[in-house]
Every structure is written in structure tokens, then in C-alpha cells.
T-cell receptor, first 112, second 114 residues
Framework: NAGVTQTPKFRILKIGQSMTLQCAQD?????MYWYRQDPGMGLKLIYY???????DKGEVPNGYNVSRSTTEDFPLRLELAAPSQTSVYFC???????????FGDGTRLSIL | AQKITQTQPGMFVQEKEAVTLDCTYD???????LFWYKQPSSGEMIFLIY????DQQNATEGRYSLNFQKARKSANLVISASQLGDSAMYFC???????????WGAGTKLIIKP
């Protein structure tokens, strides 16, 4: 019973490199979210999706892109990595209205 | 505008004492939900408890209970008989019915002293 699976768990990038953070869920949840958490801070929403083919910006979308071609997968793309994107990235899903979000274990990303 | 405030950046509590973590919110939407999450030092986000705006009773889940005061717009988390394993960051979050997003408080770092 995997729930929400994020890969990789850790990654170091050089400035200007690109990468995709993967998020997969097996709970058939429509709603999926990407957050970033900077050290000692709360969560900030990057992008979210309410179903396959539908995505929308959150609070801090600049420098990121997402796609949702299937219910299960919601990858987050960094095109030109910058030191300000050093953070822990969480993917979360939700079944429906006013239900709790289920989180992956996070991806710790460092941009050097 | 919707807003969540956690006024306690950090707290030290003696083991076995009860703990109250504050959370106030602001919304004009009559239908909303309030969530509490725990984030231990290992980093994962663990859902603790949920309170709906129309729920008549305060939510309880084991040692966790929610002191929901709707008129004051507060949803404080109460942990009874604290344990060393309760040391963690605690986040309050709110979702209102007309929006797909949760908004999150800044968190409270709770340290339980033996």
C-alpha cells in the first residue's frame, strides 16, 4: 500500500540544470499538490491539480512547471535551477472536499 | 482574505503535561475545514485531526483534541499527557469549500522535556 511516492529522495543540482521531481499515487485521488518547505518555515503551494489534464498555479509557481496526464502522476519540472529553489519538496493528494491531504516523504533538493 | 495564524513559534513542555497549540483563522466562507499536521524531525507530514465548520462536537483522536471556538475563529490543538515522541513541528491548515487549496500556518515547534 504505497500511498504517495516521491522520487528521488535527495538530489544536488548545479545552477542552470534542469530536473523533474516525480510524484505517483495509487489512491485514485483527483486532487494533487506540490509544496515547497524552506528551512524552519511552513508549506508554500507551488502548483496543484484537480484532475487529469487540469493544473493551476499556487502561491509560488515561478521557475516551475507541472503536467497531469494521468490521475496517478503529477511531475514537477525545474527548468533552470537557481539557489533560491533549494528546499524540501512535498507532493500531496486529497480524495475530495474537506478531506485531509496525504503526503509523500519529500524530496530534499540542493542547488549549488 | 483567508488567513491562518500560529502565534507560538516554539514551546517547551514538561513530559506528561497537557499542551495547547494555538491556531486562529480568518475566513468569510461559512463552510471550511481545519486540519492539524505533525512534522517530526524525520520530515514526514502526519495528519492528526480534522474539524469541519459545521461539526457540532469538538474533534478528538486519541490524545489529540481540537478546542474549536467558532465565534472566536480559533482551533487550538490540545495534546493530553505529552510524550517525548510528541516533540515535532505542528502545523494548522485551513481549507474553505469554494477553494481547492489549503492555506498553512507557519508552525509551532514543540519540545517535550523529560
Amino acid at each position: 500500500n504505497a500511498g504517495v511516492t516521491q522520487t528521488p529522495k535527495f538530489r544536488i543540482l548545479k545552477i542552470g540544470q534542469s530536473m523533474t521531481l516525480q510524484c505517483a499515487q495509487d489512491m485514485n485521488h483527483n486532487y494533487m499538490y506540490w509544496y515547497r518547505q524552506d528551512p524552519g518555515m511552513g508549506l508554500k503551494l507551488i502548483y496543484y491539480s484537480v484532475g487529469a489534464g487540469i493544473t493551476d498555479k499556487g502561491e509560488v509557481p515561478n521557475g516551475y512547471n507541472v503536467s497531469r496526464s494521468t490521475t496517478e502522476d503529477f511531475p514537477l519540472r525545474l527548468e533552470l535551477a537557481a539557489p533560491s529553489q533549494t528546499s524540501v519538496y512535498f507532493c500531496a493528494t486529497r480524495r475530495d472536499e474537506l478531506q485531509p491531504q496525504h503526503f509523500g516523504d519529500g524530496t530534499r533538493l540542493s542547488i549549488l | 482574505a483567508q488567513k491562518i495564524t500560529q502565534t507560538q513559534p516554539g514551546m517547551f513542555v514538561q513530559e506528561k503535561e497537557a499542551v495547547t497549540l494555538d491556531c486562529t483563522y480568518d475566513t468569510s466562507d461559512p463552510s471550511y475545514g481545519l486540519f492539524w499536521y505533525k512534522q517530526p524531525s524525520s520530515g514526514e507530514m502526519i495528519f492528526l485531526i480534522y474539524q469541519g465548520s459545521y461539526d457540532q462536537q469538538n474533534a478528538t483522536e486519541g490524545r489529540y483534541s481540537l478546542n474549536f471556538q467558532k465565534a472566536r475563529k480559533s482551533a487550538n490543538l490540545v495534546i493530553s499527557a505529552s510524550q517525548l515522541g510528541d516533540s515535532a513541528m505542528y502545523f494548522c491548515a485551513m481549507k474553505w469549500y469554494s477553494n481547492y487549496q489549503l492555506i498553512w500556518g507557519a508552525g509551532t515547534k514543540l519540545i517535550i522535556k523529560p
